[in-house]
T-cell receptor, first 110, second 115 residues
């Protein structure tokens, strides 16, 4: 079945540094979504990417969908302590369900 | 408040027991999904309902069952509980058919501890 992997599993950065997490699927995806889960909280939907090579920005966050629609990335510029949490990607194929990656846990040192 | 309500927030029970977790989806959402998140783990898909009908099953144990009622709230029943069932159980809802075009809205979860 479809598998979604994320790297790195953990990332510790100094406040102000950039951060990137990568998401890779074993199969071509119809679309991909990104979620953020703060410590002790629940996942919150961030964005959905549908088109090959699509790039979307939300303030300091940049999301990218690969040309082959098998990978995606989330880049945060100049991290802040409010960025702390676990970032999940979720890949979707028609007729199936979203498969969540294991997540990347980000910690930001002030 | 995400609009998805889960009760109870915490549940402590003994092995062998049975519990019921409840979820009320966001107003207008017809799809309900159940996920299990073990400590420091990802989100494991359990089951999905759309407008009262079961649409998909994931890695849901035979000891677990769920249903969605006419008012669209859903219940997840966990029976013959084992220590390994201790986890955070999330319910999520989305608008429209589960075609993958909509983001999920998650509830705050039910933390189940089996002792």
């Amino acid at each position: 079945g479809q598998q979604v992997m994320q790297i790195p599993q953990y990332q510790h950065v100094q406040e102000g540094e950039d951060f990137t997490t990568y998401c890779n699927s074993s199969t071509t995806l119809s679309n991909i979504q990104w979620y953020k889960q703060r410590p002790g909280g629940h996942p919150v939907f961030l964005i959905q990417l549908v088109k090959s090579g699509e790039v979307k920005k939300q303030k300091r966050l940049t999301f990218q969908f690969g040309e082959a629609k098998k990978n995606s990335s989330l880049h945060i510029t100049a991290t802040q302590t409010t960025d702390v949490g676990t970032y999940f990607c979720a890949g979707y194929n028609y007729g199936q369900n979203f498969v969540f990656g294991p997540g990347t846990r980000l910690s930001v040192l002030p | 408040d995400s609009g998805v309500t889960q009760t109870p927030k915490h549940l402590i029970t003994a092995t062998g027991q049975r519990v019921t977790l409840r979820c009320s989806p966001r107003s207008g959402d017809l799809s309900v999904y159940w996920y299990q998140q073990s400590l420091d783990q990802g989100l494991q898909f359990l089951i999905q309902y759309y407008n009262g009908e079961e649409r998909a099953k994931g890695n849901i144990l035979e000891r677990f069952s769920a249903q969605q009622f006419p008012d669209l709230h859903s219940e997840l029943n966990l029976s013959s509980l084992e220590l390994g069932d201790s986890a955070l159980y999330f319910c999520a809802s989305s608008v429209g058919e589960p075609t993958g075009n909509y983001g999920y809205t998650f509830g705050s979860g039910t933390r189940l501890t089996v002792v």
